[in-house]
């Protein structure tokens, strides 16, 4: 059975850094996947207005379908009318009929992730007939883990993904976004990233993994 994937994220990088070797996972395996971008990822505190070309670049890299690009400014979404965002996600999930959603974690430290969250699982409330029947949340580096403790309850998966045959796919889109990439010891680098998958994949016992949580699961 073919299922229907759609990662919403926040910005540009996101979905990669969240869910890049799973999406490639889900194309290997012959679903659809779609990725809809709410901000444009750079109009507050970055200069490269090519970031949407990037994302264009990531999606064809992973085979994902044409990306959706809503293009709310970065880190404003809690300015915008929620209601407003969850309509335009409701219209794409009406469109596309996804089975299947990946999004931010509630918990992260950047709000453009958490008012992301909060309008996909407003947007997918459930009801008769709906099509979503799984949503997952993710964990971005320099987003998830810089969290207070004190704000919210840690990442703490139960949803695991062996990702060790796509990673090497993960990091040729994530390449795509080269100039959000840091410098080793920063959370955003390629061997944080490299590091994580391994991580994670040492607690289910493969040699990398990306890791979820389930936020609704209907069988």
Same mark, same amino acid.
Request: glycine share 4%.
């Given at each position: ?14 979905? /990669? ?16 996947? !779609?990725?809809? =971008? &709410?901000?444009?990822?750079?109009? +507050? ?19 994902? !379908? ?15 009318? &929620? &209601? ?21 974690? =509630? ?11 909060? $309008? ?26 810089? !969290?207070?403790?004190? /704000? ?10 062996? $990702? ?10 994530? !390449?795509?976004?080269?100039?959000? /990439? ?12 490299? +590091? ?14 990306? $890791? =979820?949580? /389930? ?5």
């Amino acid at each position: 059975m073919m299922h229907k994937i759609l990662i919403i994220v926040a910005h540009p990088d996101d979905e /990669v850094l969240g869910c890049g070797a799973t999406i490639a996972k889900h194309i290997d395996n012959g679903d659809m996947a !779609q990725v809809v =971008f &709410l901000s444009d990822g750079f109009s +507050s505190r970055d200069d490269d207005e090519n970031r949407n070309s990037n994302a264009q670049k990531a999606s064809n890299i992973l085979a994902c !379908q044409q990306p959706i690009f809503l293009n709310y400014p970065d880190n404003q979404l809690d300015t915008m009318p &929620l &209601l407003d965002i969850v309509k335009k996600i409701e219209t794409i999930v009406s469109d596309f009929q996804p089975n299947i959603i990946y999004t931010h974690y =509630f918990g992260d430290l950047n709000i453009d992730h958490q008012i992301t969250h909060k $309008a996909v699982m407003t947007a997918c409330r459930p009801q008769p007939d709906f099509c979503v029947k799984e949503i997952y949340s993710f964990e971005i580096l320099s987003a998830t883990h810089w !969290q207070s403790s004190s /704000v919210g309850s840690a990442f703490n998966p139960n949803y695991f993904v062996d $990702a060790s045959s796509f990673m090497e796919k993960k990091i040729k889109a994530l !390449q795509c976004y080269d100039n959000e /990439v840091r410098e080793y010891p920063h959370a955003r680098s390629y061997k944080t990233v490299d +590091s994580l998958a391994k991580f994670r994949g040492s607690v289910i016992g493969v040699q990398d993994a990306e $890791a =979820f949580i /389930v936020e609704r699961l209907i069988k």
